[in-house]
């Protein structure tokens, strides 16, 4: 049961007619930046960064600032390689907010979902590899400085919660109300998913240690589990809707 | 521009007219940071990540009053840019069918760029705040400004990638830029991207404050956002003639 | 919701198949996804208390001690009377009644707004009582509960929508009708397993 993606196009006519015939190319390009674009995330946060899994919350500042010298070189390499491609984000998300708008639920969870985004990249993604930038830069700085570096950091990429759970709470509402079946209708209950793995990250900006600290077996192995489930399946169904988007058509303004 | 009378109250007017403004509010902003720019004395020259915390810390001391007045600037006009980065996304929602993707990646990306320079900013001017602070505080404060304000061109990079391939894609029978502008966009991508390794070393032309990832960063910006202006104003008003709303 | 191509246990002139009697799995792929996928999550939750819990077996025991099991047993007599009216109103809006229909989803989600009060009650006398998510197994209680209420939440809406489908003569799609139940009977079941797990397994 296929469902055409095709929406009414926009009352204007476009200043500048299409050629034919309509290539799908611009919208490949724009697609295989997601996955690009998330490998790379995860070679920044994993393997340079290690934020991903993330270090105790409960040890002392000598720990930390020996962890900070111990990956000094791998975590200034992550942050220059974040600092180089994570406009990726823009690419992943602006290319979702464009295929919200091919929806029949209207353009508003479409600016929610981009504004939250846009917005969220910054303390949500990049802070952390500045503050652990910081802390690595200067080994000889006061520990207690490097440790207020270090929470900084991991506070703000792991529980960084308003931005994150109102874009999803806009992806999951638009494709519920979605006539076009852009997206299908399981993706909204995922999406739902991590909006509560948001609520329950507020736990770790009180705790220290066990299972709802930034490390901690619920608030931070069970969800990242979740989101890496989510990401994939929302990559996966962003290749199809793009698959099934008619070449040359453009949403409504 | 004139627009022939008669035509006044139409939408279509108004959206030529609020880009102009638009247009002439960056303009005013630019004019207004490239002032900022110049009489902030941390980039003449910029500072060095060699510094001590004590030199540092007298630095902010010695020149407040000056920090404090470009910072704020800089913070003030720095998301003006804002309105020019609308004004093209306006335009590249007006390329071809196939390019309307790129508008919305290219609108996140200047909203998450503007944040970070925003922050940078913020960050420089809070370390101009309060002179007799910690030396070692006030360290980390401009490490932290100068890894902000120099490093993360990435949103950048995606911005002027997704302006040029929408060029690229713009195959109209008007195209809404010249090609060129594409060329162009990705060569200043191409000159910033560098800066985004800048505190891996701290010394040489590829340092914060050395030619590459400062100054070579900057002046490329800095001409691509003048140039962007030009042509930007230039297809507003082919954009006003073929809308019949001028000659 | 959800649309899917099942058929409508009322055939088109408004006469019903038979009494309460269906021809399908109830609700659709959807939401049984999400039905799921939610216990599945929460089964990982489950799994996890249970760990702790054995890792520090008196600690538990000695907050557990703190909290209030007959509250707990209204509130489950609450939820499981709810998901009672719910049920009837599905077989009410198979049967083509949907004015009862309606009238037994708004008792549902009545009980389901009592639940939630009855809840807000309790973490307000246990918050008082100085007992926060300092400690770990409150800091479990005040997360599952949590987390089940925003269910709970979730649900009432999603029970406003049966009745928004129920109301309009043009709709009444008995697969949305479901979809809600079955929403609703997993909240229930989510809420059955935490006051085992929490109140009466000491």
Sequence with gaps: MRVSATVPVGGEPTLTDSQPPPSKRALSIAFWIFPGFFGLFGVVFVVLLRVIPPPRPDVDNKYITDYFETHHSSILIGLGLLCLVFGGSAVANGFITYHMKRMSSGPVFAYVYMGGLAVGSIPGMLLVAVCWGAAALRP????????????????????????????????AIAILVD??????????????????????????????????????????????????VWLNCQGLMLKKATDDHPAGTRPPD | MQLLSGIDDLPRTANVRTQLMALWVTAISLALMLVAYAVFPGFWPPMSPEMSAEAVADFYRNNAGWIRFSMVTFNLCGLMLLPLFCVVTVQIKRMAAQSQAFAYCYLMATISGGTIFALAATIFATAAYRPNRDADLILV??????IVFVAPVGMALIQNLMLALAIYFDNGARPVYPRWVGHFALVVALAMAPAAFSMTVTSG??????????WLRNIAFGTFLVVLLVVSWKAVHRQAIDEGLTE | M???????????DGRPIADGECSHLPGDTHMWVMVLGDLAIFGAY?????????????????????????????????????????????????????????????AGGACGVLFVAIKAYEWSLELRSGHTVGNEFFS????????HMLHVTL????????VRELRAPKRRRITLVEQGATYWHMVDLLWIVIFGLLYVVR
């Design chain 3, 46 to 106: 489950f799994l996890i208390y249970m760990v702790h819990r054995a890792m520090a077996p008196e600690a538990f025991l000695a907050a557990q001690q703190h909290l209030d099991v007959t509250i707990g047993v209204v509130n489950t007599m609450v939820l499981l009377t709810s998901s009672l009216f719910v049920a009837l109103s599905v077989y009410a809006a198979r049967s083509g009644r949907p004015d009862r229909a309606i009238k037994l989803t708004y």
């Design chain 3, 155 to 162: 649900g009432l809406i999603i029970l406003g929508v049966s």
């Design chain 2, 205 to 214: 032309p590829f340092a914060w404050n050395g030619a590459i990832s400062f």
């Design chain 1, 179 to 228: 006539k076009n079946n852009i997206f299908p209708k399981w993706l909204a209950y995922l999406t739902i998913w991590q909006i509560v793995t948001e609520v329950i990250a507020t736990q770790m900006w009180q705790q220290t240690s066990g299972p709802f600290a930034w490390n901690g077996s619920i608030a931070f192995w069970l969800a990242v589990v979740v989101f890496g």
């Design chain 3, 2 to 12: 959800t649309e899917s191509t099942s058929t409508s246990a009322v055939l088109a």
């Design chain 1, 140 to 171: 000889d700085r006061e520990p207690r400085i490097i440790a207020m570096l270090y929470d900084l950091g991991m506070l703000s990429f792991n529980g960084q919660l308003g931005c994150f759970a109102t874009a999803y709470l806009a992806f």
């Design chain 3, 140 to 147: 479990f209680y005040y997360v599952l509960t949590g987390v």
């Design chain 2, 141 to 146: 404060l401009n490490d932290l400004g100068w």
